[in-house]
């Protein structure tokens, strides 16, 4: 069972950024952040991301929070904060509207899970703090954590609160999925230890399964307020995110996919977000991620037939396996993206082009299968001003910072994961947006045995 430690938290927090409040609610503006503390609201690709009309090639608009219908003023939900005693101890949760009301009516198989894994906490100050509540102490000056302000800070807090909403903007992504209905979603922040494993305790069907059967009942005890017993509760659909090197999480489940109920009726959806299965060398990573594709397209093909697979990819041998996979891909799109308009029109194109050290920005490629529960986008790195490492620097590169988008490794998760969310199954949504809630939402869910 999960205990609360919501107030442990919050008294750890970076005493200038408090998203957790000591009534126990959550900083609005924190939640559902602003870009260049300006615009109240964040970038959202359209239903295809890439459109040789748009400027840059990219179909992506920033969307107000105040001109969503009723300004999201009652879709904050609620953010929960849970430790349990397994390897993977800490676990940040939100609780979004419908999912809530599916909780306080007892309907707990009516409620989506969404699990998003962040890459591994090997370095740096990570390694050497005490998991999950130690501060950092190291004073090397060529320590990422220095840099990055962490010391005396409590790296794991943070970085729990990053993947929940104040960096990667996941909670204000899964509320603007849908330009109508509200997300029917738990979505869900564990805190890795490397020492723990790295997640490994949630990545078999029954160790996935019993963590979501966990959050339910303490996310039910807490939006009730009344106490649960410990049990084995009916759930809705599973979704799986993995980012960058955590995309190794994701490829250690599916390797298990066999035709059991989990795999066949609970898990929905799986997203990769510039997924680098293997570090330093190419032609490994590649056919680890051929072999990730295969178990895929098993689970696919002959366990669910309506699961979904999305990838966002700056790899081009990513996406050219993906087109090559049994995942049915059709048709893609391609942009040329030094030949679209850029942003600031021809003479800012122009002066781009002389810059020192510029170079093309390369070839964007997106694909669908037939019904859209298969897709894939790439970007190269040459597409981005400053994708990760100082060598893949562009200075004539689309310049993903404007928007507080760091570089354009993040970009992916940052930016898309909303778009991976807008082709869920209908049952991830509930009401139209807007409604006023007189009672619980209860919708059914297709069954298949």
């Not at 090397?140 to 990055?148: N, P």
């Not at 078999?204 to 084995?232: H, M, N, S, W, Y």
């Not at 070839?363 to 669908?368: Q, R, S, W």
Request: hydrophobic share 40%.
């Amino acid at each position: 069972m999960m205990t609360d430690v919501f107030s442990r938290f919050q008294s750890l927090q970076d005493p200038g950024l408090k998203l957790l409040q000591s009534d126990g609610t959550a900083d609005t503006d924190l939640l559902l952040p602003l870009v260049l503390h300006r615009d109240r609201g964040i970038d959202v690709p359209g239903r295809r991301v890439l459109d040789a009309a748009r400027p840059d090639g990219l179909n992506v608009r920033m969307v107000q929070y105040a001109d969503v219908a009723g300004g999201l003023a009652d879709e904050h939900g609620t953010v929960l904060v849970a430790e349990r005693d397994q390897a993977t101890q800490l676990f940040l949760m939100w609780v979004s509207r419908t999912a809530a009301l599916h909780l306080k009516a007892g309907a707990t198989q009516n409620v989506n899970v969404h699990f998003l894994f962040h890459p591994p906490t090997d370095r740096d100050c990570y390694a050497d703090t005490t998991y999950w509540t130690g501060a950092c102490g190291i004073d090397g000056k060529d320590r990422g954590c220095v840099t990055g302000g962490l010391k005396g800070q409590q790296p794991y807090v943070k970085l729990g609160e990053r993947y929940l909403c104040t960096d990667f903007r996941a909670v204000a992504q899964h509320l603007l999925a849908s330009d109508r209905f509200e997300p029917n979603v738990l979505y869900v922040v564990p805190v890795a230890s490397v020492a723990g494993g790295n997640f490994d305790d949630l990545l078999t069907e029954q160790g996935l399964t019993r963590a979501v059967q966990e959050v339910l009942l303490f996310a039910t005890g807490k939006i009730t307020g009344r106490p649960v017993q410990d049990g084995f509760p009916e759930f809705g659909q599973v979704m799986l995110s993995g980012y960058s090197h955590s995309g190794d999480r994701v490829e250690k489940l599916i390797k298990t996919v066999t035709d059991t109920p989990f795999f066949r009726r609970h898990l929905s959806q799986i997203n990769l977000f510039d997924p680098n299965l293997v570090v330093g060398d190419p032609k490994a990573r590649l056919e680890r991620f051929q072999a990730l594709l295969e178990r895929a397209s098993f689970w696919k093909g002959r366990v669910n037939r309506d699961a979904r697979v999305f990838v966002y990819t700056s790899y081009d041998d990513h996406q050219r396996a993906m087109l090559g996979s049994g995942l049915g891909l059709q048709s893609p799109t391609t942009v040329n993206l030094d030949t679209v308009e850029w942003e600031g029109g021809p003479s800012a194109k122009a002066a781009l082009r002389r810059t020192a050290g510029a170079h093309p920005r390369g070839t964007g490629v997106e694909a669908y299968n037939h019904d859209r529960s298969v897709g894939v986008v790439h970007l190269p790195p040459s597409f981005f001003r400053h994708w990760l490492e100082p060598a893949l620097d562009n200075p004539a590169g689309w310049d993903q910072s404007a928007r507080d988008n760091g570089h354009g490794h993040g970009w992916f998760l940052r930016s898309l994961l909303s778009h991976a969310l807008s082709n869920a199954t209908p049952e991830w949504f509930g009401e139209q947006r807007g409604f006023k809630a007189a009672g619980p939402v209860v919708q059914p869910r297709p069954v298949r045995n």
